[in-house]
């Protein structure tokens, strides 16, 4: 059973940095890519950031530059570092696997969606 927990969302004024994590089990976590995702409300869930097997990644063009994301297969935990936050940021972020092909952020057949954990940036 794929299990994915979401910490470290909070509130923050613009600017600050938050770093969240997502701890996830069920399936061989070094053999998927991972990937971060938001929903802000009353928008459609959105792709934020990927990171493949061998560490290689790729953003969203709105948080390229600020956001890094990175991953520890010894923990099977993957991390979202979110640094000069702005108001627009604020979402709920969820992770999950993603699909193997190259650069797909479309989240793999067996996955199914955390809780999230809620980050909120004040101005």
């Known amino acids: 059973q794929v299990q994915l927990v979401e910490s470290g969302g909070g509130l923050v004024q613009a600017g600050g940095s938050l770093r969240l994590s997502c701890a996830a089990s069920g399936r061989t976590f070094s053999t998927y890519p991972m990937g971060w995702f938001r929903q802000a409300p009353g928008k459609e869930r959105e792709f934020v950031a990927r990171i493949s097997l061998t560490g290689i990644t790729y953003y969203a063009d709105s948080v390229k530059g600020r956001f890094t994301i990175s991953r520890d297969n010894a923990k099977n935990t993957v991390y979202l570092q979110m640094n000069s936050l702005k108001p627009e940021d604020t979402a709920v972020y969820y992770c999950?696997?993603?699909?193997?092909?190259?650069?797909?952020?479309?989240?793999?057949?067996?996955?199914?969606w955390g809780q999230g954990t809620q980050v909120t940036v004040s101005s």
């Open positions: 999950n696997y993603l699909q193997r092909d190259f650069r797909s952020t479309t989240i793999a057949d067996f996955a199914s």
